[in-house]
């Protein structure tokens, strides 16, 4: 019993220290096929480029001229007409009327008088969104005041258009009204009875000549075309259009950029090619990084009578500081019929 009893006391000892002496033993190395992949170390990041990559300069292909054609409103008529054109903050449209009916503006309307009998007549118009325009088209010939009716048409290039009569004793009276997208137009005429037919002569000259501002202005560069840029300064071309009564006005958009001065004078001048000077001259002072606008106003068509018009140029010179030629434009204007 008690060497029974030694025996398993021995036996213990010796497992406590082949235990002991498994955990400092190297570790074998493991068996071939079945190696164990390292750990992915974490490489490092490429430097980033920090050289910009140099912006080209764009070239701008700069026109030769400012070319522009403008459609002249006509109407065939047997007498010799007289143009009326109206910038966009007036009327904005142009059209042509016999001549020998006076014109002039008051009270907001346009006013026509034939030279040898009295008539009362007038052109108006008025935005979509203003607060006096009609809530519709036959509201400004108020039929039912006058006991009239409408009649559908157009007038110039197709706008919709009503016309309307009425004849009370020995007064006559007639209406054309029209719409276009931003406004509404009034033609009104009244006179004796027995001269009606020369105020629809006038009348319907002015209906079938009519044109809105955009339809004037056939073909120009986009508003904002880079046109010339010299020693510090940028010419663009900011519109055009026929204005002023009988006029084509063309708006250039001056920029002065820094080219090592704070300030630069500038000269302007016009003359036509044919050496003959326009009537326009400015002085001006441009600050850098400044815009400076300002509108060439032509007298190419007479206020009264016709043509035949021809292409017209003339040129635009910029002159520095010190006197010498900084650009020149030359313009070339095409009225069309």
């Known amino acids: 019993m008690k060497r029974t009893f030694c025996l398993i006391v021995i036996l213990c000892l010796l497992l406590s220290l082949l235990s002991g002496c498994a955990g400092s033993l190297p570790s074998l190395p493991p068996l071939p096929g079945t190696e164990t992949p390292e750990a992915p170390q974490e490489s490092a990041a490429p430097e980033e480029e920090t050289v910009a990559a140099t912006a080209e300069p764009v070239m701008v292909e700069l026109p030769e001229a400012l070319e522009l054609s403008f459609a002249l409103p006509a109407a065939e008529s047997e007498e010799e007409l007289a143009y009326y054109c109206s910038g966009a903050e007036e009327f904005d449209c142009a059209f042509v009327y016999p001549s020998y009916c006076s014109s002039w503006v008051e009270k907001g309307a346009i006013r026509f008088n034939p030279s040898w009998f009295f ?10 969104d ?7 088209l036959l509201d400004l010939l108020e039929t039912g005041k006058w006991n009239s009716y409408a009649e559908e048409g157009t007038v110039g290039t197709g706008w919709t258009a009503l016309r309307a009569l009425h004849l009370k004793y020995d007064t006559w009276r007639r209406w054309v009204a029209w719409e276009t997208p931003e406004r509404f137009y009034l033609l009104y005429g009244s006179c004796f009875d027995g001269r009606e037919e ?7 000259t002015i209906a079938a000549s009519f044109r809105t501002g955009e339809e004037l202005l056939v073909s120009a560069p986009g508003n904002g075309t880079l046109l010339r840029q010299e020693d510090g300064f940028l010419l663009f071309f900011d519109g055009a259009e026929l204005a002023g009564g009988s006029a084509p006005c063309v708006r250039l958009k001056l920029r002065a950029v820094n080219g090592g001065r704070d300030e630069a004078g500038l000269a302007v001048d016009a ?9 326009f001259e400015e002085q001006l002072s441009v600050p850098a990084g400044e815009d400076w606008t300002w509108t060439l106003t032509l007298p190419l068509i007479p206020e009264e009578g016709g043509g035949p018009f021809e292409s017209i140029g003339f040129f635009v010179n ?8 900084l650009f020149e434009l030359p313009v070339r204007i095409e009225l069309k019929k």
Do not use: C, H, K
């Open 119 to 128: 008539a009362r007549m007038f052109f108006t118009s008025v935005l979509r």
């Open 318 to 325: 910029a002159r520095g500081d010190d006197g010498g030629t």
């Open 271 to 279: 003359y036509a090619a044919d050496g003959s000077t326009f009537p």
């Open 130 to 136: 203003d607060e006096n325009a009609p809530d519709e």
């Open 198 to 204: 020369v105020v629809v002569e006038i009348f319907e």
